[in-house]
């Protein structure tokens, strides 16, 4: 139901709004496996027609300054039909959730769903070590090894609220469950035994990559050589480029 636009062209400042259905929504992300991820899986499973745009990052400064697809200097956002922009992931997933109908409409319901999505929030800390720190820095080692001693902590609270559970509140998934399980992929891309002493969260991951529509954004996704700043985990270490000059 989507379609997928890994680069604007070298005409990007000029032509953002020149896309390829103007009835489809947009979604403008950089080049990064990161705050984009669940939306990006809440739109497929939902069979929302949208729009998939990267910005590469050679052009993100200019079009950052003018902040036509970004009011706040910042990605994700989201283009609407008519025009109007929508910008700040969290705002953007629940929006998609709705579009999607997995947004509780009952209160009670909506705070559990949101309270899963908020959690997930925290742990974002692997979005720039998997894709944006270079690899050499001591802000990359630092943060590296605080997230991942860390990590245990968290599992045991995930597991805990999972339970038997299927998805987190209860029998399909919400957008929470999308936030959960984009950290969790991002940790055993990075880790890829840091899950194996909760098999409740390996059981959980399995079953959301098992989502027929899931699966088929899994697999036809932007490979990691495509993804990620230079010098960067997914890089390096998953994408296997080696950037000598990262740091100048």
Known sequence: MSSILHSLGPDATNHLGEVNNSTAFVLYYLPLRAR???IRMILHYGGV????????????PAIKERRCIAPFSQLPSIRLPGGEIIAQSGAIARYAAKLAKIYPSDPLAA???????????E???????????PMETDTWSNNNRTFFDNLPRH???LST??????????NTP???????FHVLDACITMKPHSLDEYPVLINFLERIQNIPSVRVYLENRPPAHEV???????????GRIKHQDWHK
Not at 111 to 121: G, N, P
Not at 174 to 180: E, K, L, R, S
């Open 174 to 180: 919400n957008h929470g469950d999308f936030a959960i």
């Open 123 to 133: 742990l974002n800390m692997i979005n720039p070590l998997l894709n944006f720190w």
């Open 36 to 38: 984009a991820e669940p």
């Open 161 to 170: 609220m999972l339970a038997e559970k299927p998805f987190f509140c209860g």
């Open 111 to 121: 705070a559990r769903a949101d309270m899963i999505f908020e959690y997930a929030q």
């Open 155 to 157: 599992l045991d609270t």
């Open 49 to 60: 027609n949208y729009q998939d745009v990267t910005i590469p990052m050679t052009e993100w």
């Open 228 to 238: 990620g700043l230079c010098g960067s985990y997914i890089q390096r270490e998953i």
